[in-house]
Protein backbone atom coordinates (compact mmCIF):
# COMPACT_ATOMS: atom_id res chain seq x y z
CA UNK A 1 0.00 0.00 0.00
CA UNK A 2 1.18 3.27 -1.15
CA UNK A 3 2.31 5.38 1.93
CA UNK A 4 -0.09 8.57 2.26
CA UNK A 5 1.07 11.94 3.19
CA UNK A 6 -1.38 14.33 4.63
CA UNK A 7 -0.93 17.86 4.43
CA UNK A 8 -2.06 21.18 3.25
CA UNK A 9 -1.00 24.17 1.10
CA UNK A 10 2.10 25.83 2.06
CA UNK A 11 2.70 23.85 5.14
CA UNK A 12 4.84 21.73 7.15
CA UNK A 13 4.21 18.74 5.10
CA UNK A 14 6.72 19.80 1.90
CA UNK A 15 9.26 19.04 4.64
CA UNK A 16 8.76 15.33 4.42
CA UNK A 17 7.79 15.70 0.80
CA UNK A 18 11.12 17.32 0.14
CA UNK A 19 12.69 13.42 1.83
CA UNK A 20 10.28 11.39 -0.22
CA UNK A 21 11.45 12.83 -3.09
CA UNK A 22 14.93 12.97 -2.37
CA UNK A 23 14.90 9.41 -2.00
CA UNK A 24 12.32 8.68 -4.43
CA UNK A 25 10.03 7.14 -1.84
CA UNK A 26 6.69 6.71 -3.36
CA UNK A 27 3.90 8.52 -1.78
CA UNK A 28 0.59 9.37 -2.26
CA UNK A 29 -0.17 13.48 -1.54
CA UNK A 30 -3.38 14.25 0.28
CA UNK A 31 -4.09 18.05 -0.05
CA UNK A 32 -6.36 19.09 3.27
CA UNK A 33 -8.57 22.51 2.63
CA UNK A 34 -6.98 23.89 5.59
CA UNK A 35 -9.16 27.40 5.16
CA UNK A 36 -12.38 24.56 5.57
CA UNK A 37 -10.75 23.22 8.73
CA UNK A 38 -10.21 19.85 7.26
CA UNK A 39 -7.68 18.80 9.52
CA UNK A 40 -10.07 19.33 12.63
CA UNK A 41 -12.41 17.14 10.91
CA UNK A 42 -13.24 13.80 12.59
CA UNK A 43 -11.62 11.75 9.75
CA UNK A 44 -8.56 13.57 9.87
CA UNK A 45 -8.59 13.73 13.75
CA UNK A 46 -8.68 9.40 13.98
CA UNK A 47 -5.28 9.93 12.04
CA UNK A 48 -3.85 12.59 14.15
CA UNK A 49 -5.93 13.70 17.34
CA UNK A 50 -4.45 16.92 17.57
CA UNK A 51 -5.65 17.58 14.07
CA UNK A 52 -2.22 19.53 12.99
CA UNK A 53 -0.69 18.59 9.40
CA UNK A 54 1.66 16.81 8.44
CA UNK A 55 0.96 13.16 9.08
CA UNK A 56 1.47 9.96 7.28
CA UNK A 57 -0.15 6.37 6.90
CA UNK A 58 2.21 4.07 5.96
CA UNK A 59 0.59 0.50 6.26
CA UNK A 60 -0.15 0.19 9.65
CA UNK A 61 2.00 2.59 10.87
CA UNK A 62 0.55 6.28 11.41
CA UNK A 63 2.81 9.17 12.32
CA UNK A 64 2.25 12.62 12.82
CA UNK A 65 4.98 15.92 13.71
CA UNK A 66 7.38 16.53 10.81
CA UNK A 67 10.20 15.14 13.18
CA UNK A 68 9.03 11.77 13.99
CA UNK A 69 8.01 11.66 10.56
CA UNK A 70 11.58 12.31 9.02
CA UNK A 71 12.85 10.05 11.38
CA UNK A 72 10.52 7.13 10.60
CA UNK A 73 10.88 7.58 7.34
CA UNK A 74 14.95 7.04 7.79
CA UNK A 75 14.58 4.10 9.98
CA UNK A 76 12.35 2.25 7.44
CA UNK A 77 13.84 2.98 4.17
CA UNK A 78 17.34 3.09 4.94
CA UNK A 79 19.07 0.50 2.44
CA UNK A 80 20.97 -0.87 5.32
CA UNK A 81 20.18 -0.36 9.05
CA UNK A 82 21.40 2.34 10.57
CA UNK A 83 23.64 2.27 13.66
CA UNK A 84 22.97 3.81 16.84
CA UNK A 85 25.25 6.62 17.03
CA UNK A 86 24.20 7.83 13.78
CA UNK A 87 20.36 7.67 14.92
CA UNK A 88 20.69 9.66 17.78
CA UNK A 89 23.12 12.14 15.72
CA UNK A 90 20.27 12.95 12.97
CA UNK A 91 17.52 12.84 15.98
CA UNK A 92 19.54 15.38 17.72
CA UNK A 93 20.06 17.72 14.78
CA UNK A 94 16.16 16.61 13.84
CA UNK A 95 14.82 18.08 17.72
CA UNK A 96 17.00 20.94 17.41
CA UNK A 97 15.52 22.00 13.82
CA UNK A 98 11.84 21.63 15.28
CA UNK A 99 12.58 22.90 18.85
CA UNK A 100 15.66 25.62 18.60
CA UNK A 101 16.22 26.72 15.00
CA UNK A 102 12.15 27.54 14.42
CA UNK A 103 11.81 29.33 17.31
CA UNK A 104 14.53 31.35 17.64
CA UNK A 105 14.11 32.22 13.73
CA UNK A 106 10.05 32.48 13.41
CA UNK A 107 9.62 33.86 16.84
CA UNK A 108 10.81 37.50 16.17
CA UNK A 109 11.75 38.30 20.25
CA UNK A 110 13.93 35.24 20.38
CA UNK A 111 15.21 36.06 17.32
CA UNK A 112 16.23 39.26 18.27
CA UNK A 113 17.70 37.56 21.41
CA UNK A 114 19.01 35.22 20.20
CA UNK A 115 19.38 34.62 16.60
CA UNK A 116 22.57 35.71 15.78
CA UNK A 117 23.87 33.32 18.31
CA UNK A 118 22.49 30.00 16.51
CA UNK A 119 23.46 31.39 13.01
CA UNK A 120 26.96 32.17 14.50
CA UNK A 121 27.44 28.64 16.12
CA UNK A 122 25.42 26.76 12.90
CA UNK A 123 27.89 28.99 10.22
CA UNK A 124 31.31 27.30 12.17
CA UNK A 125 29.68 23.98 11.73
CA UNK A 126 28.89 23.93 7.98
CA UNK A 127 32.34 25.72 7.39
CA UNK A 128 33.84 22.23 8.68
CA UNK A 129 31.12 20.11 5.97
CA UNK A 130 28.44 20.78 3.54
CA UNK A 131 26.32 18.27 5.57
CA UNK A 132 25.21 18.11 8.72
CA UNK A 133 26.01 14.29 9.31
CA UNK A 134 28.32 12.36 7.31
CA UNK A 135 28.99 13.11 4.16
CA UNK A 136 25.68 13.11 1.78
CA UNK A 137 22.34 15.01 2.74
CA UNK A 138 20.03 13.08 5.31
CA UNK A 139 17.51 14.09 7.28
CA UNK A 140 19.44 16.25 9.36
CA UNK A 141 19.69 18.67 6.28
CA UNK A 142 15.90 18.33 5.42
CA UNK A 143 15.12 19.82 9.13
CA UNK A 144 17.31 22.34 9.65
CA UNK A 145 17.63 23.19 5.41
CA UNK A 146 13.52 23.86 5.75
CA UNK A 147 13.72 26.24 8.24
CA UNK A 148 16.84 28.19 7.35
CA UNK A 149 15.02 28.51 3.91
CA UNK A 150 11.90 29.13 4.63
CA UNK A 151 13.09 31.85 7.59
CA UNK A 152 14.98 33.70 4.46
CA UNK A 153 10.99 33.43 2.44
CA UNK A 154 8.74 34.08 5.38
CA UNK A 155 10.53 36.33 8.18
CA UNK A 156 13.45 37.89 5.72
CA UNK A 157 16.23 36.47 7.63
CA UNK A 158 19.62 37.07 5.45
CA UNK A 159 22.59 35.27 5.64
CA UNK A 160 25.28 37.60 4.45
CA UNK A 161 26.66 37.68 7.88
CA UNK A 162 26.79 33.87 7.50
CA UNK A 163 28.83 32.66 4.43
CA UNK A 164 28.97 28.93 5.10
CA UNK A 165 24.88 28.88 5.87
CA UNK A 166 24.55 31.14 2.65
CA UNK A 167 26.56 28.42 0.80
CA UNK A 168 24.46 25.72 2.74
CA UNK A 169 20.81 26.78 1.72
CA UNK A 170 21.80 28.21 -2.00
CA UNK A 171 22.72 23.82 -2.67
CA UNK A 172 20.24 23.07 -0.73
CA UNK A 173 17.43 25.23 -2.47
CA UNK A 174 19.04 24.22 -6.15
CA UNK A 175 18.21 20.63 -5.69
CA UNK A 176 15.40 19.35 -7.86
CA UNK A 177 13.63 17.23 -4.86
CA UNK A 178 13.80 21.17 -3.08
CA UNK A 179 11.81 22.57 -5.45
CA UNK A 180 9.50 19.91 -6.36
CA UNK A 181 8.06 20.05 -2.91
CA UNK A 182 8.93 23.25 -1.05
CA UNK A 183 8.84 25.58 -4.27
CA UNK A 184 5.73 23.49 -5.33
CA UNK A 185 7.57 23.78 -8.95
N1 LIG B 1 5.50 20.70 15.27
C1 LIG B 1 4.55 20.32 14.27
C2 LIG B 1 3.80 21.55 13.81
C3 LIG B 1 2.58 21.18 13.01
C4 LIG B 1 1.81 22.40 12.58
O1 LIG B 1 1.76 23.43 13.29
N2 LIG B 1 1.14 22.29 11.44
C5 LIG B 1 0.37 23.36 10.91
C6 LIG B 1 0.67 23.55 9.42
S1 LIG B 1 2.38 23.90 9.14
C7 LIG B 1 -1.11 23.02 11.02
O2 LIG B 1 -1.50 21.90 10.85
N3 LIG B 1 -1.94 24.05 11.24
C8 LIG B 1 -3.36 23.90 11.21
C9 LIG B 1 -4.01 24.08 12.54
O3 LIG B 1 -3.31 24.35 13.53
O4 LIG B 1 -5.22 23.96 12.57
C10 LIG B 1 5.28 19.62 13.10
O5 LIG B 1 6.47 19.92 12.90
O6 LIG B 1 4.67 18.77 12.43
Known sequence: MTLKLYG???TRASIVRWYL?????????????MQAGEQRKPDFLAINPIGKV???VDGEIICWESG???????????????DFATRTTLAQWVMFANATLSVGLFVESNREREGDRLL???NQVLAQSPY???????????????YLAYATMMVQVTYEKYEAIAAYVEALTQRPAYKTA???M
Open 8 to 10: GAR
Open 21 to 33: EEKSIPYEFILLD
Open 54 to 56: PAI
Open 68 to 82: AILLYLVEKYAPTPL
Open 120 to 122: TSL
Open 132 to 146: LVGDELTVADIAVGS
Open 182 to 184: ILG
